[in-house]
């Protein structure tokens, strides 16, 4: 289904601290947004209960993994907490050249590559952690990893935390205290990005085609 405006696609690339809140973010603003689609990666880690193949993840060994990355499969990929995550060209490109709007749950080494590839249509979003207390409570709360799995997500954060600062590479902030608030947030940065000038190209070009076909310039 191409976007109401028939213009191009959209790339919304949320990253955050595993536990931070993007997974819970990103479903609402896609039951809000039925149009807006999930970018389905792959990665070699383990499923997790309540996970489907195919749905949250393609779920892939790590010698699969290493021919997708050899065969230059992946318009990016990452090391992330021990295992590799990647997102497809062919996903990436099909959802564009269809004027699809597509939200990807990747990490920062994915978002600084998506953003080299696709510099004009993506828009990267980074969610906070009110404080690390509340990140680590979070995370024992969901009860989805180990408790080195945890400790381990915690450390990265902090990597994550230098990141944002270092690079600049993001371009909106979102700090997910209250969740209704900052899911306004989201949904006002997805609206907002669909009304950006350089997006709008085609549409302003048919206006003035028209313009020109009713008064011709001498
Ligand atoms: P991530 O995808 O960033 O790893 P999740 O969306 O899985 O994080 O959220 C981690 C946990 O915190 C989940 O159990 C989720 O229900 C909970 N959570 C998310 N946002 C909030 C919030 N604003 N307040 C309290 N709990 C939240
Ligand atoms: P989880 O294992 O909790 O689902 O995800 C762990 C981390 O991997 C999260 O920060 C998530 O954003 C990131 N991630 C998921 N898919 C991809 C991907 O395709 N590429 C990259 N670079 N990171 C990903």
Redesign the pocket.
């Known amino acids: 289904m191409s976007n109401e405006l028939g213009d191009k696609g959209l790339l919304l690339v949320v ?1 955050s601290p ?1 536990g931070a809140g993007k997974t819970t973010l990103c479903h609402r603003l896609m039951a809000e947004y039925p149009e807006v689609m999930f970018s389905v ?1 792959y ?1 070699t ?1 383990p499923i997790r209960r309540g996970e489907k193949d195919g749905v949250d993840y393609h779920f892939v060994d790590n010698t699969t993994f290493d021919q997708m990355v050899d065969k230059g499969e992946f318009a ?3 090391n ?2 021990g295992n590799k ?3 497809t060209v062919a996903a990436v490109r099909e959802a564009l050249e269809g004027g699809r709007h597509v939200l990807f ?3 920062y ?2 978002a600084r590559q998506l953003k080299a590839r696709f510099e004009r249509e993506a828009v990267l979003v980074f969610v906070l952690p009110p404080s690390l207390e509340v990140l680590e409570e979070r995370l024992r709360k969901r009860a989805t990893d180990a408790p080195e799995a945890i400790e381990r997500r915690l450390i990265n954060a902090q990597e994550e935390f230098n990141v944002l600062k270092q690079y600049g590479l993001y371009q909106y902030l979102i700090v997910n205290d209250d969740l209704p608030r900052a899911y306004d947030r989201l949904r006002a940065i997805y609206v907002a990005s669909l009304a950006a000038i350089d997006r709008m190209g085609t549409v302003a070009e048919e206006l003035i085609r028209q313009t020109e076909r009713r008064h011709p310039q001498p």
């Open positions: 990253s595993s990666s990665t880690r990016e990929w990452a992330v907490h995550y990647g997102t749950d990747i990490d080494q994915g």
